[in-house]
């Protein structure tokens, strides 16, 4: 098997949530040397050729980028944009419920996920926790890794019509059951007791939430429970990630949704870095939060977080000489952008052997055959003629084939990042990912061999893209 499938399945395993995706992502380009950045410092004098920065925003998106040492200003950036978030459950502000003797906690669902499939699995706590330490609030990640929490189903012989049709209501019918209200009030749990009389502004947490959820939190943090002052969790499968099938040809996952990008893209572009000395151009990765609820947030791909990163790389591997006030200055930011190119990398559909008739008769991805190319003519996937040339001369000198995807007129047809960075940015864009069977459910199916090549495919397109780019012109 091949050493990027279990590389992946480990980030899996490292990341329940976007905040993990960030920090797992961090830790790989921390180890091969790339240097943080902030976006609340002024960067001058920071960014130098022949080097490798990232700078995150709300820990969870993250932007990396190479500068070639041959780079001159005006080249083009070579793009892959992805995202962190998928379809999970998140804890309520206000979460503590008791009903028939359970301890239940609320949860809100996010994204569009296939919510039966989060029935009967045992789900635990991850996240994000502000922690008050002496005045000063600070996030820390949290995972518990035991089973706490389940969404029980309705035992066959109660439902009505024997599960003919599985539907429940998301409000009522969708709380998980957390523990039992008897051990709660017997004092097994050394929860914080509201002696506090000093004015609260908003309800404490303690009022708020499961003194035995926060009890566990704490002690994972090392922490007491009175310095927690808020948090963002989120529910996941406690069962791992894992490669499958006969021959490991499958890897069994949560989150491959989009989770395969964040590897591949950082994998790819930390590979490309041992060419870094003679490149001409930048080469970059932005993985952004919030795809599955429309991008639109302070670091979704809607956001400034890409445009802001680009001007700001853009200015200051400027040539010095050149007034930036000047025409020739001031279209530095313009001129690069009409070289650049966006890999927008999302998941694609592979071909499902229940239910051939859903796809189009002749556009039929497989698994393992290597990244789909999507296509739509309503621009729901950016992928135009120019973007496919590219790409094939791209997947040649890499020896990666690829595969092409559109759907049947009679379907709708998913979305993702690609047409609102390339409709902000005037970016050419492709739309490209790799096939999977179960897209949004608690756990999706992806084949082990194209792991490794996608990144192959991101690495030859850092190192080629500059030269490549010149003899594409639309
Ligand atoms: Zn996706």
């Not at 995972?143 to 049709?165: C, N």
């Not at 002749?362 to 309503?378: C, D, M, S």
């Not at 559109?406 to 940015?425: E, W």
């Amino acid at each position: 098997m091949s050493l990027y499938a279990q590389e992946f399945v480990d980030f899996v395993n490292a990341s329940p949530t976007p905040y993990h995706v960030v920090n797992t992502v961090k830790s790989k380009l921390d180890a091969d040397g790339f240097v943080q950045l902030s976006e609340r410092d002024n960067w001058a004098g920071k960014v130098k050729k022949n080097s490798k920065y990232y700078v995150t925003r709300n820990s969870s998106s993250i932007i990396a980028f190479t500068v070639g040492g041959e780079y001159t200003p005006g080249n083009g950036i070579a793009i892959v944009g992805g995202h962190t978030d998928s379809p999970v459950l998140r804890i309520k502000p206000i979460s503590d419920q008791k009903r028939e003797g359970y301890v239940q906690v609320g949860v809100e669902t996010y994204g569009g996920g296939i919510w039966h499939t989060w029935f009967d699995r045992d789900l635990s706590v991850a996240g994000r926790v502000f922690v008050n330490e002496g005045g000063k609030f600070v996030s820390k990640l949290v995972k518990l890794d035991k089973p706490i929490l389940r969404i029980p189903t309705l035992a066959i012989h109660l439902t009505k019509d024997r599960y003919v049709k599985f539907e429940f209501n998301k409000e009522t019918q969708f709380r998980p059951i957390a523990g039992q209200t008897a051990e709660e009030s017997s004092g097994c749990c050394k929860g914080e007791e509201l002696t506090e009389s000093e004015f609260q502004s908003v309800k404490s947490v303690v009022e708020r939430h499961s003194k035995k959820l926060l009890d566990l939190i704490a002690q994972e943090l090392s922490v007491e429970v009175s310095q927690i002052e808020d948090f963002e969790l989120i529910l996941y499968d406690t069962q791992k990630s894992t490669i499958g099938g006969l021959n490991d040809e499958f890897i069994f996952s949560p989150r491959l949704d989009n989770q395969v990008t964040c590897y591949t893209a950082t994998t790819g572009l930390i590979k490309s870095t041992k060419q870094l000395a003679t490149q001409t151009g930048i080469q970059l990765i932005s993985l952004f939060d919030h795809e599955e609820i429309g991008s639109q947030s302070a670091q979704g791909a809607d956001s400034s977080f890409l445009p802001n990163i680009l001007e700001r790389i853009t200015k200051l591997t400027a040539n010095p000489e050149v007034d930036l006030k000047s025409e020739l200055g001031s279209s530095y930011f313009l001129t690069t952008m009409s070289k650049s190119f966006i890999l927008s990398s999302d998941m694609a559909h592979g071909v499902h052997p229940n239910y051939g008739e859903n796809y189009e008769s002749l556009n039929r991805p497989q698994l393992n055959q290597g990244p789909v190319i999507k296509i739509n003519a309503n621009q729901r996937y950016v992928t135009n003629s120019a973007g496919i040339v590219l790409l094939k001369q791209i997947g040649a000198l890499a020896k990666v084939p690829q595969q092409l995807f559109v759907v049947r007129n009679d379907s709708p047809c998913g979305s993702t990042i690609g047409p609102m960075i390339s409709a902000k940015l005037g970016v050419r864009t492709l739309d490209l990912g790799n096939p999977q069977l179960s897209m949004h459910s608690i756990r999706e199916t992806c084949g082990s061999h194209d792991i490794e090549k996608l990144v192959l495919l991101f690495e030859s397109y850092f190192e080629h893209f500059a030269e490549l780019e010149q003899k594409i012109v639309v």
